[in-house]
């Protein structure tokens, strides 16, 4: 692979589409940094990571990954349903830094530091790509070894020679929030990837990449469906991305002039793989047990539903050609007519599979996990946001695109989002009280529009702004939402820039070698 695009003409890479290109590789930090005061921040941050490797382990790094978090600006809880979502990346990334031992070398272990070593406390594991990830006892350090099994799973499948597992010396800094939804962990997940394969040599198509480090983090125990990773791997500096899966590729979106977006957190952590069975992975399994009685109502047999239908876009098709008998081409009309608004108990839908709910998620431990957790389905109204949100990302993209002013298209975009907020709460119940606070606030005081963003159940909220009114708007925010809130000592009020800032779209993921 590595030889492949050594060789590559310059011409070839101009003519391949951006998801077929490897990830690049740069020897200075002004390609994704800039020019100006981020980057010298971004300088003093790799000096500060170079100053700590040698401290712990000696010497110098071989090479540097990084990869951005994201805020997903519309299309929430349907990436794992097969339908297209609209993030943006954000400045803020996680910085892995790495050396490989010499094949010789007898301490096979990966020992995992981190800049800030008085939170995140060094992790030591087995340089052992089949070692399987503690999900009883998280560490900080299990999103490593997710990268690193699913290099070794995804290099083999390629044909590339891994040799045997050596150590690796590892050092991590990163800037995204934890727990706030802006892709903390996968940005963890698809830097330690990178690292590892530029440890080693390789390189990947960005496409590639995208899924395999989507694949990783199940390893930590959530389905994710790729949005995080895609974005992470994939952004472009300036435009947003219409991110499609199956295959995964990116589409940029020029967003209109004149706005911005502001990223608020509601300080409400959102621990998304500890409450993975209760919330992130409930909603998968509905979703999946939506689909497939949807499927059977609309005629497939019970077996051919249950082996056959994964997602709710797999009967979209169903769905649609249903409402199109009663006059409309809208697929929740089908939920409307088809799927009950009470509560489904896992009998009743058992009554119509012809199969225990055990047996069809019996290939899927996190699945049965949800099962053991759960009292009641709601099919309904999961179905119903999927289907109307994944209208909404392209009724958003539909709206960039269009020949309204920018004036017009910002007024409609903030609709779009204000729309989708609602159906994240109310529909998928995914929100949180602080959430709704922090999203009335932000509507309150100027946002066009202004929804949850992320898995939700905390984390941060994301308002598109009028560019003038920025810097009163955050000011408007610190005051009625954070001032409570560092009087009684939940923030620092320095730390204030951390939790609310405005963004503009910035680069994808990149390697380092100086």
Known sequence: MRMYYATTKYNSFLMAKHEDLPIPVYSTLDSVYGDDSQLEEAQLRFDKIKSKFLEVFGYHPEVFARSPGRVNLIGEHIDYEGYSVLPMAIRQDTIVAIRKHDAGNSEKILQISNLNDAKYPTCIYPADPDQEV??????????????YKGY?????SKGVDVGNPVGLDVLVDGTVPTGSGLSSSAAFVCSSTIAIMAAFGVNFPKKEIAQLTCECERHIGTQSGGMDQAISVMAKIGFAELIDFNPIRATDVQLPNGGSFV???????????????KNYNNRVVECRLASIVLGIKLGLNP??????????????????????????????????????????????????????????????????????????????????????????????????????????????????????????????????????????????????GARLTGAGWGGCAVALVKESIVPQFI??????????????????KDELGLYVFASKPSSGAAIFKF
């Open 303 to 448: 077996q051919e539903a249950v082996s056959k239908v994964t997602t709710l876009s797999d009967v979209e098709g169903l769905c649609v050609s249903f409402a199109s008998n009663h006059g409309s081409s809208d697929p929740v009309l089908a939920v409307k007519e088809l799927l009950k608004e009470e509560p489904y108990a896992a009998e009743d839908i058992e009554e119509i599979t012809n199969q225990s709910l055990d047996s069809i998620f019996s290939n899927s431990p996190t699945s049965l996990d949800v099962l053991k957790a759960a009292k009641h389905y709601k099919l309904h109204q999961r179905a119903a946001h999927v289907f109307s949100e994944a209208r909404r990302v392209h009724a958003f993209k539909d709206t960039v695109s269009s020949t309204l002013s920018d004036e017009d298209k910002l007024k409609k975009l903030g609709d779009l989002m204000n729309d989708s907020h609602y159906s994240c709460s109310v529909l998928y119940e995914c929100s949180c009280p602080e959430l709704e606070e922090l999203v009335k606030i932000c509507r309150d005081h100027g946002a066009l």
């Open 152 to 156: 070794y799973e995804y290099a083999k």
């Open 475 to 492: 000011l408007d925010l610190k005051e009625h939402f954070y001032q409570s809130r560092i009087e009684r000592g939940v923030i620092n």
């Open 134 to 147: 503690d999900l009883k006892n998280l560490k900080w350090g299990h999103y490593f070894i997710c990268g």
């Open 263 to 277: 990223i608020a957190h509601s300080l409400a952590e959102s621990q998304k793989a500890v409450t993975a069975a």
